[in-house]
């Protein structure tokens, strides 16, 4: 069964650093997502994509945070400069097109935490 | 404000009970409806969709009142693999941006007992 991968699983980064969290979205897929969790609450929106353009995003997602599609099968989020704060649990998600009730499937996640 | 409220949980159950979740949300617009689970630092993962005339899985019944803005799961003969937080997650109503964001509820912690 297809499934999104991410990496890496656990990245430690120091406060002010840059990080790129990468996913792998399921391959016929072409609506991709970023959330997070921050440990203890609820999953929370970031961002999506689709056709190579943001389609929406939260106030969350501010001018520190970026995605990006390099290539045909590569899905990024960028942050910055990071805060003690963006250490969370970030996951990607991907739905296809034609499944009429937009189910979105996760990535097992990249833990982050910003010393 | 709170878009999608669920019971505070955690409920502790012994195997072969049946359990029930309750779920609330805030945006009349919505349009779809699910039910994830997530285990301990790990993905959500879909364990169904809520269609308006209710629907079963196994030992899963999900039902969803438009009218109330309210969803519930149903567990019929818990197993010990049911162990997990259950998150009710509602998606919004179509943007025109090509984007179908989920907003999720805080979850309910389910623990089957032996």
């Known amino acids: 069964e297809p499934e999104v991968t991410q990496t890496p699983s656990h990245q430690v980064t120091q406060m002010g650093q840059e990080v790129i969290l990468r996913c792998v979205p399921i391959s016929n897929h072409l609506y991709f997502y970023w959330y997070r969790q921050i440990l203890g609450q609820k999953v929370e929106f970031l961002v999506s994509f689709y056709n190579n353009e943001i389609s929406e995003k939260s106030e969350i997602f501010d001018d520190q945070f970026s995605v990006e599609r390099p290539d045909g099968s590569n899905f990024t989020l960028k942050i910055r400069s990071t805060k003690l704060e963006d250490s969370a649990m970030y996951f990607c998600a991907s739905t296809s097109r034609f499944q009429g009730r937009r189910e979105q499937y996760f990535g097992p996640g990249t833990r982050l935490t910003v010393t | 404000r709170k878009e999608v409220e669920q019971d505070p949980g955690p409920f502790n159950v012994p195997e072969g009970a049946t359990v029930a979740f309750n779920c609330t949300y805030s945006n009349s617009a919505s349009q779809s409806f699910f039910w994830y689970r997530q285990d301990c630092r790990k993905e959500p993962k879909l364990l169904m969709s809520?269609?308006?005339s209710g629907n079963e899985d196994g030992r899963f019944t999900a039902q969803l009142n438009r009218a109330s803005q309210y969803i519930s799961l149903l567990i019929r003969d818990s197993k010990l693999s049911d162990s997990a937080t259950y998150l009710c997650?509602?998606?919004?109503?179509?943007?025109?941006?090509?984007?179908?964001?989920?907003?999720f509820g805080k979850g309910t912690k389910l623990s089957v007992i032996p």
């Open positions: 809520v269609y308006s």
């Open positions: 997650v509602v998606n919004g109503a179509y943007s025109g941006a090509g984007s179908y964001q989920l907003t």
